[in-house]
Each structure stands twice: as C-alpha cells, then as structure tokens.
C-alpha cells in the first residue's frame, strides 16, 4: 500500500478515531499502526473477527479488559533485574486477573466465537504470580505487615519506639519549666528527626541539636538530648525496614521476570482482543456494516468489483452526509465523474478510496451490508491541491509528478483516484494529457476513478469501451449540490443556467450563448431534459415506495386485527372448554358420593328411580358432556334466555303445582315442589336436597314458601334424609385396608347427614400402613374439609381427627 494515499485519503485520522475506543495504550497503539492488507484470506479475517466482537459485545456489554495494563515494559525491566515497585507490581496482577477473567468468558462461548477464543486461549491467568503479590501488596500499594515475619517485627519495634518518643517530646513541651522556651508546644519533624521548636533567644535553656531555624530566624528546631538516642533507634529500624521491604520487592521481580515472556504474551492477547472490540464500537457508533469481500476474477478485465449502496464518509457530519451508490458493471473499468466544482466529486472519490482501505483494514463500512469490495493490491490517490512552494512546482506540476510516480507501479490490482485530471494548465492540453493517462491505465486494465471539468472527457467516456460517466448532482433552484452520485449520466456545464438563476442581464446571458457552439447547447439542452426525467422518474418511484409502503403497513395493521380476533376466538374457546370440565368433574363427584350413599338411603316406592338409575342417568348426562367437550366449537353461541310458557309454570300434577308446600311420606320431611317431571313425577326441595317422587304419595300443606337461591355446595343437588348419629368415633383397629375403606366412606356419609361437624377415626399406630392408607383416603374426600392427628392424651397418631364440610 502507497503510506501517502493513507494521508491523502485520511485513514490516519480513521485509526486515530478508532483508537480512542481502545481501553489501554497496547491496542490504542495497535490500532494506530493498522494497515490495509492485500490478502483477500486476511481481510477476510480480520472482518469476521470485527463482526464476532460486535455479537459478543452486543450479548456480553459490560465485558471489558477491565484494569489491564501494558506491563511489558515492566516485565522486560524484571527479567533484566530492575526492581519493580509496588506500583508497577500490582499494576501486572490487574493485567493477569483481566486475562483470567477474559480467558474464562470467551472460551466457554469459543464454538460461537472461534477467532476471538485464538486469542483468549493464549491468555495466562498467572495465579502464582497473582497470589504472591496479593499477600504483599494490598491495593493501595502498600506493603503489608504480613509479607514478611522481619517486616512484622521490624514494624512491631518501630510502633513501640515511636510511642516513647511521643511521651519524652510530650513531656517536655508539656513542661510548665519549659513554657517560657518554647516558640510553640508542638511536635515537628526536620530532616527526618522528630524536632521541638524553640525561641532562638532560648538556645541552650534546652539542651539539644539544632536541626533547622525559621526564615525569620526567631525559631530553632531542636532535637532534645532526652530523645536522641529514641530517633536514632527509629532511624535504624526505618532502615532495616526499607532493606526488608526491598528484599521483599526483589523477591516478586525475580518471579515476574522468569514469567516475562509469558505475561509479554498475554498483553499481546489482551491488546488484540481490545482492538478487536474498539472495531466493534466504532461500527457500532457508524452505524456501519461488514462488506463482501471478494478476489480478483480472472476471467474478467480489470476483474475487479466495486459496488456501494448508501455509502457514507465516516469523517462527515452523519445527519448532514447523502449516501450515494458506486455500482461498477464487470465492463467497466474507467468512471469519469463530471459536474459543478461544489465538493461532491471529491468527496465521492475519497469515499470509495476510504471505504474499500478500511474494508481492508477489518473495519466494518458505513454501507448497507449488500455492499461489495475487491481487496486491491494497491490503492492510489491523487487529490487536493498539491501546488508545492518549497519545490516550486505549481498545481499542474504537483499532480503530474504524483501520476508519474502512481505509473512506475500500478496494475490491474490497483485501484487509482484522480483528482481534477489534467486540471492546472491550458485546457485544450490538460484535456489531451488527461485522455491519453486515461488509455493508458484503460490499456493496463487499472480500475480507475477521475473527476474532470473537461467537456471532451465526457465525449470520451461516452464513446470509449469500458470507460463511463458518472455526475454528481446539482440543482439549479437552489444552486446547491444534492451530492448524489448518477452513474451512466455526464454532469451539465449549469454555467449559463446558475448566471441566469443569480439575475446576470438577459441580453448578456443570450450573447453569451451566441459563442457557444450550437452541438454544445444541443448536448447541454439533451442533458438537462435526461436529468428532468430522470427526476420525475424518481418521484414517481418515491410515491411508489411511499404508496407500497403504506399498503404494507394497512395490511401488517389488517394481519394484527386478524392474529388478535383469533387470539381471543382461543382464548374463548379454551374458556368454555375449562368450564366444561370443571362442570363435568363436578357431575363425576357427585355420582362417586351417589354410589357410596346408595346403602344408607331410605326405602323408596316402587314407582320412584331407584339410586341405581339416578346414577345411570348422571353417567350418561357426564358421557354426553364430555363428548361435546371433545367437537370442536365452530363459533360461540348467543345466549338468549328461556322463556317458559305461562301454562307450564301452572302446570297441574294430581292438582299440585309448582311452589305448593307438601309432605313427602317416604323422608318424614316437608318440602317445595320446584319442577314437574315426565309421567307423574314432580322434583321436590327438602332442605337442601332434591328429590323425585310420585305425585300421588305426596300430601299438600296449606301455604307456600318463598323459592330460595340454590345452595353453591355440590350436595345442594342432590337428596337425602337426615339420619341419626353414628357417633363421634369409628372404631378400626385390625381392620384390613380393603375392609376399612369403604367402612370409612359409610361412617363420614352417615356423619355428614347426621350434621356433625368433626368425628374422630380409631385405627391405632401398628406398622402405620392402615393409617397411611386412610388418611391418603381422606385427602381427596369431597366431604372432608380437613383432617389431623388427635393430641397426644387423646391418642396421638393412633386418632384422626376429620372435620366434615359445612352443610
């Protein structure tokens, strides 16, 4: 790669953003340093490796190096012997506990992450290290106590030495007898001697050394002969501590010096792997995605291709940039790029250039993710004004010497960006010189980008093979570019246009005309009506997307009507089918209780259901309903209430009717005739049971009784006489299971229709089995409310104690 294209082109101010991203200066220098590489198997790489940290990122957020830090520098000092202080050291311990932390999180994902877990597998943990200077060095960067036994005590002696030379210099400035000597009553410190200060008219009323005066000369700093012998003491242990405390230090260098290639490594790790996600941030921020990288094609000339959807220039301000498209055909190798001197030829040539060198350099583009890009060789660029005052060459000269030194090297794996070709002398000459560079990298097979002002280029390009127009936009109303790159179209010349739309005279603008050639305002009149159409095609491709737009939208808002009225279709649905079964397990209950009443039931006459078909027909209304639960329900039915027939509700049976108090004979019980049944049946209300029974053995009672709600309890519908006490105990002591279940089911039966609330259960402890059994019995009882063992005086485990549902 040429270095000056990257000046020219402003890579270096790409790197030197991208590294500001980097969490430490080992990969801010690494990425400083990036190049573009020519290999498409690297490129390739280096991007995948980008797209995994932007995944990984995106997954894992606050993963980071954390406290890492380039310690190679101190890890090259140590294995040549240079002391590390405590500073530097523990600097190397954060570095390695990063990399044991970062090796931890990226191998347990490396199957997702595999180019990332290369370098994480070449992480040290470097515990040892770690440990050794953890019971050091705390984090603060002081040396602790317990590093050393010598330290301990070195440090023991100092505190006791210190604490009686406090009392000696306390006793003295504390004196009464001293009072009128001292300048001050206090204790300070002069050239590392614990000192007293005096008045210096006071010198020898308290024998000592003078360490120091004051500026003015008024105070002596005096060290007490009292208390010479106590500083000397501290110094020495100060001494001895400094030589334990560098033994120590000397100790951990050696241990990270014989580590040092080691920890050299994994800094190289760490470095990679924080500029792998400083590339992910920086996409991020770009809003930008990974290109399709591909070779050269050997059965095409130049081979190479160049194709850029909603490219952006990374440098530029994003909310004010236009994207332009750059879609080179594989039989084009030359692009031609006319149009008014606004900017926006310039800028699209260092797009293209910029992009494909960071596409080379693994980073992601600012491009739609559908953008594709050969990996170039070699990418030249001749842009801005080179006019050179120390060398005296001018703008046209500066440019020439540029293309001269772009000829010596490049090939059809180049690719060449070209500035205002041929700009800088006389036109007719430039043009020439421009046309003839441009068949000869046409004839070398160089894909190639220039940008002219030159009318015969575009006749050139129109009219050569491989070699196109291209033009960048401009309005006229306005007078302002719109920046977007049309390829296939030369740019207009606007000159006469721009000086007619500023209100330059019209005769003037007319005779202005009259020297042009009239092929030239044919060709520019051609121009400007191709350009009008092919705004209005735009706009109309605009209401059509805009209209396209809006249908989708009507119709994702019709599919979200539709997905919710079927969502609550279901919903009603498995409603109903939940209220089915809770109504037919109701019905299952109540046939169970039916079956286990049927022995304790009073006689019933001839003509009455005997229990046996009651049940028979709760069975077959159970079997019918659970079949309906199984059809599927095409549609929910309206509701709509019954209405009975007014001869229905005076309906005589043996002259009774509906509400007519009476007695029935086979319960001993009053009760409310509630419904009229088939033959002479009628359905009569005794408390809260229902039951069947013959007209012609009912007796009427005078009066009628108000109809009461339905009582909510399962029983409510079903009949049964109240019976007598079986007594508050069953007695179940060597009973067998088989035996004692259904005696069970019999007593809390006979129980609940005697009205007791609770009843106690006798089966004694034994082996447990048949306590086991009753109580697991018990459990799912539909008349057992609860149940517990007695207390301990009235029989413990042996007792259960059931309380019976209320009535």
């Not at 596409?359 to 583009?365: P, R």
């Not at 005296?392 to 490049?410: D, E, G, P, V, Y």
């Not at 013959?694 to 309890?713: I, N």
Request: proline share 4%; net charge negative; charged share 25%.
């Amino acid at each position: 790669m040429n270095t000056k294209t990257y000046q020219t082109l402003e890579l270096n101010k790409i790197l030197a953003k991208l590294a500001t991203y980097a969490a430490f200066s080992a990969s801010q220098a690494l990425l400083e340093d990036l190049e573009p590489t020519t290999h498409l198997d690297e490129a390739l790489r280096r991007q995948q490796e980008t797209t995994e940290a932007r995944d990984l990122l995106e997954e894992r957020s606050n993963l980071s190096i954390g406290g890492a830090r380039d310690v190679r520098p101190h890890t090259e000092g140590a294995r040549r012997g240079v002391l590390l202080n405590a500073t530097q050291l523990n600097e190397i311990k954060a570095t390695l506990q990063s990399s044991a932390l970062m090796r931890r999180t990226i191998l347990q994902l490396q199957d997702r992450f595999p180019l990332l877990a290369d370098y994480a597998y070449n992480l040290q943990d470097g515990k040892r290290i770690v440990d050794a200077i953890t019971l050091v060095i705390n984090d603060q960067g002081e040396i602790l106590d317990s590093a050393s036994p010598a330290l301990a005590r070195i440090r023991s002696d100092l505190r006791v030495a210190h604490d009686r030379l406090h009392q000696k210099l306390q006793a003295i400035v504390n004196s009464n007898a001293n009072a009128p000597f001292l300048q001050e009553a206090i204790i300070t410190m002069r050239n590392g001697r614990y000192v007293i200060p005096i008045k210096a008219d006071a010198r020898g009323a308290i024998k000592g050394i003078v360490h120091d005066q004051s500026s003015s000369g008024a105070t002596l700093f005096i060290e007490p002969m009292a208390t010479v012998e106590i500083n000397n003491n501290i110094r020495e242990l100060e001494l001895a501590e400094d030589e334990e405390i560098r033994r120590i230090l000397m100790a951990l260098t050696e241990m990270v010096g014989g580590e040092s290639e080691a920890i050299v490594l994994t800094v190289n790790m760490l470095a990679a792997l924080d500029a792998a996600f400083a590339k992910a941030k920086y996409a991020g921020a770009l809003r930008a995605s990974p290109p399709q990288l591909v070779g050269f094609d050997p059965n095409n000339v130049p081979g190479s291709t160049i194709k850029l959807y909603a490219a952006r220039h990374p440098l530029l301000d994003p909310h004010k940039v236009v994207p332009i498209d750059v879609d080179l055909d594989d039989e084009t190798y030359v692009l031609v790029i006319t149009g008014p001197n606004t900017g926006g030829k310039t800028v699209a040539l260092k797009t293209v250039g910029l992009l494909a060198m960071m596409a080379q350099c693994g980073l992601h583009i600012p491009a739609t993710e559908d953008s594709t890009l050969t990996v170039f060789e070699s990418i030249y660029a001749d842009i801005g004004d080179e006019q050179s005052i120390e060398q005296s060459l001018s703008t046209f000269s500066s440019h020439l010497k540029n293309i001269i030194q772009i000829l010596k090297t490049a090939d059809n794996k180049s690719l060449i960006l070209l500035d205002e070709l041929g700009a800088g002398t006389d036109p007719t000459e430039g043009a020439a010189i421009a046309r003839a560079l441009l068949n000869e990298f046409l004839q070398r097979g160089v894909t190639t980008f220039a940008t002219t002002h030159y009318p015969e280029l575009k006749l050139y390009a129109h009219s050569t093979p491989a070699v196109r127009n291209a033009s960048v936009e401009f309005d006229v109303e306005t007078l302002s570019p719109t920046y977007r790159l049309i390829i296939g179209l030369p740019g207009r010349s606007n000159a006469l246009a721009i000086a007619k739309r500023l209100g330059l005279n019209n005769a003037i603008i007319d005779e202005a005309r009259s020297y042009v050639g009239e092929s030239d305002l044919t060709a520019d009149n051609l121009l400007d009506e191709i350009h009008r159409a092919r705004d209005e095609i735009r706009q109309t491709q605009s209401r059509v997307v805009k209209t396209e737009s809006e249908a989708r939208s009507l119709r994702d808002q019709l599919q979200t009507r539709l997905d919710r009225i079927e969502e609550e279709r279901a919903q009603i649905l498995e409603q109903a089918r939940e209220e089915a079964e809770n109504e037919l397990e109701t019905l299952r209950n109540e046939i169970q209780r039916l079956k286990r009443r049927m022995g304790s039931m009073a006689a019933r006459t001839s003509d009455e259901p005997s229990p046996s078909q009651v049940v028979r027909e709760l069975e077959t209304e159970a079997r019918v309903l659970n079949e309906m639960m199984r059809e599927p329900v095409k549609r929910r039915p309206k509701k709509a209430p019954r209405v009975k027939p007014a001869q229905e509700e005076e309906t005589l049976r043996r002259g009774l009717r509906i509400g007519d108090r009476v007695f029935v004979p086979n319960l001993n019980a009053e009760g409310e005739i509630v419904s009229m049944q088939s033959g002479d049946n009628v359905e009569v209300q005794v408390g809260p049971l229902r039951v069947r029974a013959d007209a012609d053995t009912l007796e009427w009672r005078s009066g009628k009784k108000k109809v009461k709600d339905e009582e909510t309890h399962p029983a409510a519908a079903i009949s049964a006489p109240s019976v007598d006490s079986p007594g508050m105990e069953l007695h179940l002591r060597g009973f067998m299971v088989e035996d004692a279940i259904p005696a069970v089911d019999e007593y809390i039966d006979q129980a609940y229709l005697a009205g007791l609330p609770w009843v106690n259960i006798v089966h004694g402890r034994g082996t447990g089995a048949l306590r086991k059994a009753i109580r697991d019995h018990l459990r799912n009882h539909p008349l057992v409310k609860e149940y517990s063992k007695a207390p301990e005086n009235q029989g413990g485990d042996g007792v259960t104690v059931v309380k019976l549902a209320a009535h």
